[in-house]
């Protein structure tokens, strides 16, 4: 899915981390919570890796 | 970590987005000329969420995701939104009243630039968004059955139906009726940001749904103003019609 590339997987993952801490804040299933937490903090992490990766593309071709 | 200090860390993370956002609109690098806004709802705020749409907008496209899949999903999320309130999870409702919101943007965006756009997705679409509405609402109605909130919830939802009301009927009437304070995406917007921070409020400070019960109050007087609002102009402007 290359058009969640960058912003895509981090606002997914910001959506998935904030039902993840809705289940851990409102519920006594804090197991299923803290899973959603996870997957979203590592969406969001993928996301911002690959903004991160994708300037610095952008600024060694600039250099170049 | 103890709830009320996760509950602040959720808060930090909240207001960290929405001062990156206000940077942004500050900092406005996107065009908002083209997006229409409201006195609430400004076209450089809706610009603004619109580009974080956009990834999703565009693999929709590619997928060929039709556009009445996207509203059915919204009906979907919604009877979600119904189960969390009535379940108490008022912090996830709020999320997902947001993620609603956010799909009925999605099936408009996605039918205006793939192949779906029709009169019959158009009405669909209108349906099933009052549909989607109530259902939401519906939530609130058991989180609140035993209570003065409940009869709150239920002016909302009268205030909803007739601001939507108005504006069809005007419509069919050859008036245009796009006035008024509290439109649909403002509802979306004030009831989940309402139950977000109403729910990080009930674990910070032990409030009880105080900021919910406000939000739900305001909902309820501002809809129904909205309704009047549009019940007077659209009287006036059939008033001066010629065929009147």
Aim: charged letters at 15%; one cysteine or more.
């Amino acid at each position: 899915m290359p058009e969640l590339r960058g912003k895509g997987w981090r606002v997914l993952g910001y959506f998935i981390w904030m039902l993840g801490a809705g289940i851990v804040l409102d519920s006594a299933a804090t197991g299923a919570g803290a899973l959603l937490l996870a997957v979203g903090a590592g969406l969001f992490g993928l996301g911002v890796a690959q903004s991160l990766a994708a300037r610095g593309v952008r600024g060694a071709g600039v250099q170049g | 970590m103890s709830r009320p200090l996760f509950a602040l860390l959720n808060l930090g993370l909240i207001l960290g987005a929405m001062s990156w956002g206000l940077h942004w609109y500050l900092h406005a690098a996107a065009d908002s000329s083209g997006v229409k806004g409201s006195r609430f709802l400004g076209s450089r705020v809706r610009a603004w969420y619109f580009t974080n749409l956009e990834p999703f907008e565009r693999l929709f496209v590619r997928l060929g995701v039709r556009p009445i899949a996207i509203t059915y999903a919204q009906v979907a999320v919604s009877v979600a939104v119904a189960f969390a309130y009535g379940a108490g999870l008022v912090f996830c409702a709020g999320w997902l009243v947001l993620f609603a919101g956010t799909l009925d943007i999605l099936d408009g965006k996605v039918a205006r630039r793939g192949v779906g756009a029709s009169p019959r997705g158009a009405f669909l679409d209108s349906v099933m968004d009052r549909y989607a509405e109530f259902v939401s609402y519906a939530g609130l109605i058991v989180l609140f059955a035993h209570g003065w909130r409940v009869w709150a919830v239920l002016l909302a939802i009268l205030g909803g139906v007739m601001v939507s009301y108005a504006r069809a009927r005007a419509e069919s009437l050859g008036a245009r009726c796009e006035t008024g304070w509290l439109q649909r995406p403002e509802r979306f917007v004030l009831l989940g940001f309402g139950s977000i921070f109403g729910s990080l409020a009930d674990h910070v400070f032990d409030t009880r749904h105080l900021l919910l019960t406000v939000t739900i109050v305001a909902l309820a007087v501002l809809a129904n103003i909205t309704a009047w609002q549009r019940i007077i102009y659209v009287s006036r402007a059939l008033d001066e019609s010629p065929h009147a």
